[in-house]
């Protein structure tokens, strides 16, 4: 009897010890975790400000020449002149070619004669008016028919100017598509003309730059894979927005002293817009984005505070904001998977972005 009043005992005694035990335990896991809810989170961050900057925007496009046209007779026949030699420069107003015009050149001949003995004949009938020798109508047949001469040989002059293909502006010719003695048509093309000094650039902007886009305005571009920059204004936008690609069709001008670009090339165009003294610049990685809403978090009184803004141009390395943050906010720029709304937060502000 005995015996078993000490073996309980001492079960007693076991079980006691580890209840305790486990209490000293279960005790010991909350006191930490109550400790670390209450801890911050440490997170880097930067001072708001202002910055200059400017706003560009970079497009494709093509240059054009400043002036292009299909070199065409006016009237069919035989070419009997052609001075055109392939990628020589001409100037506005020089013969490249010639119809054969001689019958018109014979009418004129015989029309020039004709005008000489109608002119002596009215100045004879004049006379012979002033003295009433012959009545009003018999001079008035006679100047009739100096006028309807004189008609035709306007009508001969302006045939053989039809007859020539002269060169409308300066340029530089392109190809030629016929030979001397080559029989053309009014829709036969000759050659072509392009003055490519200056030069025109022809790109699209996006329908929400439209407004920004005025006259005189700078235009930096590169030509081909060259990296060559050449400058450029604009002159002229289109009246209507593209209703298929809803962008804007826009003309620059381009001086091409040196000849070194040559029309129909790719180009890259960047605009420069306005410089904005007063805008604020962020670093990319500092956006959280929720659906379409971009969100920023702030430090404000120990805590990280959720802030929706509204963004503008970016860059490589900055984005613009537009709306929702003043200079002077501390922005946090890291641990951003990490914080929520309210929670407390410690900041180690950098002095660069």
Same mark, same amino acid.
């Given at each position: ?144 028919? !100096? ?7 306007? $009508?001969? #002059? +302006? ?5 020539? @293909?002269? *060169? ?79 962008? !804007? ?7 091409? $002293?040196? #000849? +070194? ?5 790719? @180009?890259? *165009? ?84």
């Amino acid at each position: 009897m005995k015996g078993k009043i000490i073996f309980t005992y001492q079960f007693m005694l076991v079980a006691l010890t580890m209840a305790s035990t486990a209490c000293s335990k279960s005790g010991n896991d909350t006191k930490p975790t109550e400790g670390r809810g209450r801890q911050s989170i440490v997170v880097d961050g930067i001072v708001v400000g202002y910055s200059e900057y400017e706003r560009t925007l970079t497009v494709p496009g093509t240059i054009l020449p400043n002036e292009w046209v299909e070199l065409r007779s006016e009237m069919a026949g035989k070419i009997v002149e052609l001075n055109i030699t392939e990628g020589t420069r001409v100037r506005q107003g020089q013969l490249l070619a010639r119809i054969n015009d001689a019958d018109i050149r014979a009418l004129l001949q015989r029309r020039v004669i004709e005008e000489k003995l109608a002119a002596d004949d009215e100045q004879r009938k004049k006379r012979m008016l002033e003295i009433n020798a012959i009545s009003v109508q018999e001079y008035e047949t006679s100047l009739n028919k !100096l006028e309807a001469i004189r008609a035709d040989i306007a $009508q001969s #002059k +302006a045939m053989l100017e039809k007859a020539e @293909v002269r *060169a409308p502006f300066e340029g530089r010719i392109g190809l030629r598509y016929v030979s001397p003695g080559a029989f053309v048509s009014v829709n036969t093309t000759i050659a072509t003309l392009v003055q490519d000094n200056p030069l025109k650039l022809e790109f699209a902007v996006p329908e929400r730059y439209a407004g920004l886009v005025t006259n005189n305005m700078e235009v930096k571009f590169t030509a081909g894979d060259g990296q060559t920059q050449y400058p450029a204004k604009v002159y002229a936008t289109d009246a209507q927005i593209d209703p298929e690609t809803r962008s !804007l069709k826009v003309r620059a001008i381009a001086e091409n $002293q040196n #000849k +070194a670009l040559i029309p129909g090339s790719y @180009v890259k *165009a960047t605009l420069v817009f306005e410089k904005s003294p007063r805008s604020i610049l962020i670093p990319p990685r500092a956006i959280v984005p929720d659906m379409d809403i971009q969100n920023v978090f702030v430090y404000s009184q120990g805590k990280a505070k959720r802030v929706q803004v509204r963004l503008g141009e970016r860059t490589g390395t900055t984005v613009e904001v537009i709306d929702g943050l003043n200079a002077g906010d501390s922005l946090i720029i890291s641990g951003l998977t990490s914080i929520r709304n309210g929670m407390p937060v410690s900041v180690n502000i950098k002095q660069n972005q």
